[in-house]
């Protein structure tokens, strides 16, 4: 029987702590060592776990206790502690924010907790500020990474803080650091020496590996048994927009329309290709189309095909960006106006401020398909809703969501294992 992995929830007080930094920094180190790493990202992401994939080289998948679900993600550390030897989990946000939040997480399947500090103006108080976040749920620290160090002494007075609680790794002040624009971090793909400023991160982790050895593998309780997803998308082709402005794609997306026996093609709006003639239906998945506005406007054969396709009566779920792109246009914020598609009546407008955040849930005929919403745009339309999604956990009113014919949009993103036969609803002939 496999000993299991180490396993380690990576958490902070707060974002902007360096949590995905040192993530990928010790993915690619531990990777570079020889070990099989697996990463998981807690919460609904897109881009962190692009950058965490492309340092551990391994699918990067989504846990969480409320949109996952507290087997669904069972199943998942499972696997991953039976076919790696490390597995880490990035947490979202500080370590008790959200609900759930990142120490639920940690607590139900007995996580133990590395701690990114970001120690560039502190040096004693690193020692209260670990034991606080220890002690306040309280969760198993497993030690603590103190990001962007000035020095060696710096290094030593936060290890000497800690009392109890091993150094395990340290980083110093980077002079070159992952870029990031509204939405969080740059995705991957935008950064051309994104390899390079890997390993820099890697070299530059100075790792204390006897404290590293010393933490002790572990395998999760066996989940219940899975349960078999119906051929609901049986001999159905589902086309997914996938290129650098429709990139927010979940990977248990993916499988989840394959369980349902659908056949996967992906196609290029921003390469102007058009919608694939045999598709039964069109998944177009959020993104950054704001920043390929031009380019998107000039897409002709595109936008043709994905109007034929919905004069067609071909089904169409737009998410997000994806329904950005199906306005009459998208003004940025520097106030220029590109023409999109027209399916949708009403322009969308970009904005420096968030306009929607946080876990939802959209009901269907076959149940709640749980997902989330982040965006920094407004949809103003005359358009009525023809429903809302529901906020969690509050129940208020979430995100409007529109249907035209065969087209289901809104600025809901949803996680389609949640529920997969309510995917399945709103991908066929017969909407939810």
Not at 269 to 296: F, K, N, Q, R, S
Not at 351 to 362: H, I, K, T, V, Y
Request: proline share 6%; charged share 20%.
């Amino acid at each position: 029987m496999a000993a299991g992995a180490r396993m380690l929830l990576v958490a902070a007080i707060a974002s902007g702590q360096g949590k995905t930094t040192v993530t990928a920094a010790l993915a690619r180190r531990l990777r570079r060592m020889g070990q099989r790493v697996h990463v998981f990202k807690c919460g609904p992401d897109f881009i962190d776990p692009m950058v965490l994939e492309h340092a551990s080289r391994a699918k990067v998948h989504t846990l969480d206790l409320w949109m996952v679900g507290l087997e669904q993600s069972r199943q998942r550390l499972a696997r991953a502690a039976r076919d790696a030897d490390v597995v880490l989990v990035e947490g979202v946000m500080g370590l008790y924010d959200g609900d759930p939040s990142a120490a639920d997480l940690a607590r139900a399947f007995d996580l133990p907790v590395l701690a990114v500090i970001d120690a560039s103006a502190m040096a004693q108080t690193a020692g209260a500020v670990v034991m606080g976040l220890r002690d306040y749920g309280p969760v198993r620290m497993a030690g603590v990474v103190a990001n962007r160090v000035a020095s060696e002494g710096h290094a030593r007075m936060v290890a000497a803080s800690l009392r109890d609680i091993p150094l395990l790794a340290t980083l110093p002040k980077q002079t070159r650091q992952l870029p990031e624009r509204h939405l969080g971090l740059v995705v991957p793909g935008e950064v051309d020496d994104i390899d390079l400023i890997l390993d820099e991160l890697a070299d530059q982790l100075k790792l204390d590996e006897a404290a590293w050895s010393a933490l002790a593998p572990q395998l999760p309780a066996e989940a219940l048994p899975e349960e078999p997803v119906r051929p609901l998308l049986a001999g159905k082709t589902v086309a997914i927009a996938r290129d650098a402005a429709f990139c927010f794609l979940y990977p248990a997306n993916v499988d989840t329309l394959e369980a349902l026996g659908a056949r996967v093609r992906f196609f290029s709006p921003l390469a102007d290709e058009p919608v694939p003639e045999d598709a039964d239906a069109v998944y177009l998945t959020g993104g950054y189309p704001e920043l390929h506005g031009e380019t998107l406007a000039q897409a002709r054969r595109w936008q043709d095909s994905i109007r034929a396709a919905h004069a067609a009566g071909v089904t169409i779920l737009a998410e997000c960006g994806g329904m950005m792109v199906l306005a009459e246009a998208i003004a940025d914020v520097e106030g220029r106006s590109w023409p999109m598609a027209g399916l949708l009546p009403g322009r969308v407008q970009m904005q420096p401020r968030l306009a929607g955040l946080g876990g939802q849930a959209m009901a269907t005929k076959a149940g709640e398909l749980r997902g989330h919403a982040f965006h920094y745009s407004r949809f103003d339309t005359p358009l009525a809703p023809a429903a809302w999604t529901a906020k969690h956990s509050s129940g208020a009113r979430g995100e409007a969501v529109y249907r035209v014919g065969s087209l289901t949009a809104s600025y809901f993103h949803a996680f389609f294992a949640s529920n997969p036969a309510a995917a399945a609803s709103l991908l066929r002939k017969d909407p939810a």
